[in-house]
Nanobody, 117 residues
Framework: QVRLVESGGGLVQAGGSLRLSCAHS?????????MAWYRQAPGKQRELVAT???????NYVDSVKGRFTISRDNAKNAVYLQMSSLKPEDTAVYYC??????????WGQGTQVTVSS
């Protein structure tokens, strides 16, 4: 059974840091494909934040470049998002999943990140 569990969110002041974790299970699909972090702010569509390939190549949306770092540990079935220099506009529910080209249909519950000014 496919499962994605995000954790590590919370309330932080602007300029602070958080490390999000994603535990995935349910087969090799998450281990052999590019993984991604997404976020959805209130009243907005879900946005792709970062991706990481099997080989470790990463890409980021411009708004988080230099502040966020995505990583993965296939041995632990995990994907991480280190976030620093957080801004109020980073406030959102954060989700991990396959990259958009896989058109993922199952989503975990996400983890709330709230950045106060």
């Amino acid at each position: 059974q496919v499962r994605l569990v995000e954790s590590g969110g919370g309330l932080v002041q602007a300029g602070g840091s958080l490390r999000l974790s994603c535990a995935h299970s349910g087969g090799i699909i998450f281990r052999i494909n590019t993984m991604a972090w997404y976020r959805q702010a209130p009243g907005k569509q879900r946005e792709l934040v970062a991706t990481i390939t099997i080989g470790g190549s990463t890409n980021y949306v411009d708004s988080v470049k230099g502040r966020f770092t995505i990583s993965r540990d296939n041995a632990k079935n995990a994907v991480y998002l280190q976030m620093s220099s957080l801004k109020p506009e980073d406030t959102a529910v954060y989700y991990c999943n396959l990259d958009p080209i896989r058109n993922p249909t199952y989503w975990g519950q996400g983890t709330q990140v709230t950045v106060s000014s």
